[in-house]
């Protein structure tokens, strides 16, 4: 036999030769892969041994030499998981990244997955294996498929099974690895990461194949860990930049991207519900839910192609994840700050929940409503009524609105028609801001049908007037660009008081 080599030892793709440990699903998997006909899905993180799992369980079982493999992300296999319905006896198949199929064939799987649960051929089994909650969109093309079907979720390593890995790599290699508790830890729970971290420790420390004698290693894992992201920042910096910018760079936006993409590097799973994190995340509520709601996001994703290896969306689920370990490992070590200025964000802090909140009466509302469609383009924080009705329902009206227009906008924006001093709720949010005139934080826009001195606090503050003759969208996106000016202005204001 062979010397084992460090390559082959600590491998960082394919199946195992020494170092395979089984994650705590196996039992279970294994007794799902041999019951006839039942489909079976199989979620969670990449990189945590789901196909290898698999590969093992089969051979075990002995049935790995008759199955087919299929990879989703492949054309010539699309082909042929498109035909499985129709094919009388398909044995036993299972597809890899099943998550990446369009939603008409994945339509199709899931029909397909009830006919084989109902009639359960002895010569036909099914296996999906993609990443978390990936199986909740074929219940959404067939509600009634969840009971017919095993699912079963891979969740990170413990750390336990973790150490078992670099205990078998050290025994192939005959080293101890001093610090292998630190890079069970920092490995997250992903069996490839911890591969990459130990057979970067031993090249680190010259061990490139077996030693004829124990060796111990001692490289300390900050030394290890700044060599592996070295090289993963060739591979991933520009992915994680293209996407924090997203489809153009708003510097005085709330940056949604940017965050979407920090709360994902903060998961356990790698899987990010945006509307889990929407809830959570009052300051960036209505900049991220917009891009989602408007289809951006999905949109994005589709005219940036590359992003597709490192990152999944799926807006069935609405749900953003990690598809590559590695990618995962460089975002958990990124420093936030610094990367968000060189991406061009100089403040990621917001203290105030909205940049702006409307203040209109009902009749100039059609303005209203062109003003914050286009300062929300610009991706600011806006609070305008009717996108926060749903937050509005079944609540105290008047304890809803009157911390907002009091402090929890930076800017108020009123929209000063006929009819505003006339309104009961004008009268109300009028209430609220109006000792923010001397604070700086009111922006009158005045109708050229209004005489700008009908509203003693407004007219005393410099505002804008918008001609009722003139193009109106035109003046709404110079009072867009100014107020955001003032905003910039705002911001870089508050940085150099917290500097």
């Given at each position: 036999?062979?010397t084992p080599?460090i390559?082959?030892?600590?491998?960082?793709?394919?199946?195992p030769t020494?170092t395979?440990v089984?994650?705590i699903e196996?039992e279970?998997?294994?007794?799902f892969?041999?019951?006839?006909?039942r489909?079976?899905?199989i979620?969670g993180?990449s990189g945590?041994g789901?196909?290898?799992?698999?590969i093992?369980?089969l051979?075990e079982?002995?049935?790995l030499?008759?199955?087919?493999?299929l990879?989703?992300?492949?054309?010539?296999?699309?082909e042929?998981?498109?035909?499985?319905?129709?094919t009388?006896s398909?044995g036993?198949?299972v597809?890899d990244d099943?998550?990446?199929?369009?939603?008409?064939?994945k339509?199709?799987i899931?029909?397909f997955?009830?006919t084989l649960?109902?009639?359960?051929?002895?010569?036909s089994?099914?296996?999906?294996i993609?990443?978390?909650?990936?199986?909740?969109?074929?219940?959404?093309?067939a509600?009634d498929l969840?009971s017919?079907?095993?699912?079963?979720r891979?969740?990170?390593?413990?750390?336990?099974?973790?150490?078992?890995v670099?205990?078998?790599?050290?025994?192939?290699l005959?080293?101890?690895?001093?610090n292998k508790?630190?890079?069970?830890?920092?490995?997250g729970g992903?069996?490839?990461?911890?591969?990459?971290?130990?057979?970067?420790?031993c090249m680190i420390a010259?061990?490139?194949?077996r030693?004829?004698?124990?060796?111990s290693?001692?490289?300390?894992?900050?030394?290890?860990?700044?060599?592996?992201?070295?090289?993963l920042?060739?591979?991933?910096?520009?992915?994680?930049r293209?996407?924090?910018?997203?489809?153009r760079?708003?510097?005085?936006?709330?940056q949604p991207?940017?965050?979407?993409l920090?709360?994902?590097a903060?998961?356990?799973d790698w899987?990010?519900r945006?509307?889990?994190?929407i809830?959570?995340?009052?300051?960036?509520r209505?900049?991220?839910r917009r891009?989602i709601?408007k289809?951006?996001l999905e949109?994005?994703?589709r005219?940036?192609?590359s992003?597709?290896?490192?990152?999944h969306?799926?807006?069935?689920?609405r749900?953003?994840?990690i598809?590559?370990?590695?990618?995962?490992y460089?975002?958990r070590?990124?420093?936030w700050?610094?990367?968000a200025?060189?991406?061009g964000?100089p403040?990621?802090?917001?203290?105030a929940?909205?940049?702006f909140?409307?203040?209109?009466?009902g009749?100039?509302?059609?303005t209203?409503?062109?003003?914050?469609?286009?300062l929300?383009?610009?991706e600011?924080?806006?609070?305008?009524?009717?996108?926060?009705?749903?937050?509005?329902?079944?609540?105290?009206?008047?304890?809803?609105?009157?911390?907002?227009?009091?402090?929890?906008?930076?800017f108020?924006?009123?929209?000063?028609?006929?009819?505003?001093p006339r309104?009961?709720?004008?009268?109300?949010?009028?209430?609220?801001f109006?000792q923010?005139?001397?604070e700086?934080k009111?922006i009158p826009i005045?109708?050229?049908?209004?005489?700008?001195?009908?509203?003693d606090?407004?007219?005393?503050?410099?505002?804008?007037?918008?001609?009722?003759?003139?193009?109106e969208?035109?003046q709404?996106?110079?009072?867009?660009?100014?107020?955001?000016?003032?905003?910039?202005?705002?911001?870089?204001?508050?940085?150099e008081?917290d500097?």
């Amino acid at each position: 036999m062979s010397t084992p080599r460090i390559e082959e030892v600590f491998k960082t793709s394919g199946v195992p030769t020494f170092t395979f440990v089984r994650p705590i699903e196996y039992e279970r998997l294994f007794v799902f892969l041999r019951t006839p006909g039942r489909g079976l899905v199989i979620e969670g993180p990449s990189g945590i041994g789901k196909t290898t799992s698999v590969i093992t369980a089969l051979d075990e079982l002995g049935t790995l030499e008759g199955t087919r493999r299929l990879n989703a992300r492949r054309a010539t296999d699309r082909e042929l998981i498109a035909e499985l319905p129709s094919t009388p006896s398909i044995g036993v198949v299972v597809i890899d990244d099943f998550h990446k199929l369009g939603d008409p064939l994945k339509s199709a799987i899931a029909d397909f997955l009830k006919t084989l649960a109902d009639e359960e051929p002895l010569d036909s089994k099914l296996v999906l294996i993609g990443i978390n909650n990936a199986g909740d969109s074929l219940i959404h093309f067939a509600a009634d498929l969840n009971s017919r079907l095993d699912t079963l979720r891979f969740g990170t390593n413990p750390e336990e099974r973790i150490l078992d890995v670099i205990t078998k790599g050290e025994d192939a290699l005959n080293v101890t690895i001093e610090n292998k508790a630190e890079i069970a830890i920092d490995a997250g729970g992903s069996f490839q990461i911890v591969q990459i971290l130990c057979k970067e420790t031993c090249m680190i420390a010259r061990i490139l194949e077996r030693c004829e004698e124990r060796t111990s290693v001692r490289v300390s894992l900050e030394t290890v860990r700044d060599a592996v992201l070295l090289n993963l920042a060739r591979e991933f910096l520009t992915h994680a930049r293209t996407f924090a910018t997203g489809p153009r760079l708003r510097s005085t936006g709330r940056q949604p991207y940017l965050h979407m993409l920090h709360w994902l590097a903060q998961t356990r799973d790698w899987c990010l519900r945006l509307d889990d994190a929407i809830a959570q995340q009052q300051n960036h509520r209505t900049s991220v839910r917009r891009i989602i709601d408007k289809g951006y996001l999905e949109g994005f994703l589709r005219k940036n192609p590359s992003l597709e290896t490192v990152l999944h969306y799926d807006p069935v689920t609405r749900t953003l994840a990690i598809e590559d370990p590695k990618f995962q490992y460089f975002l958990r070590h990124l420093t936030w700050s610094k990367f968000a200025r060189d991406v061009g964000f100089p403040n990621t802090d917001f203290k105030a929940t909205y940049d702006f909140a409307l203040s209109f009466a009902g009749p100039d509302r059609p303005t209203a409503e062109k003003l914050a469609e286009q300062l929300n383009d610009h991706e600011v924080q806006v609070f305008y009524d009717k996108d926060e009705q749903y937050q509005i329902l079944a609540e105290s009206v008047e304890d809803y609105l009157a911390p907002i227009y009091r402090s929890e906008a930076e800017f108020v924006i009123v929209l000063l028609g006929k009819e505003y001093p006339r309104r009961i709720w004008t009268k109300f949010e009028s209430d609220q801001f109006k000792q923010r005139f001397g604070e700086h934080k009111v922006i009158p826009i005045w109708f050229s049908d209004v005489s700008p001195g009908f509203f003693d606090a407004p007219s005393l503050v410099g505002g804008y007037v918008i001609d009722k003759t003139g193009d109106e969208d035109l003046q709404i996106a110079e009072i867009v660009s100014l107020v955001l000016k003032k905003l910039a202005d705002s911001r870089a204001g508050n940085t150099e008081q917290d500097g």
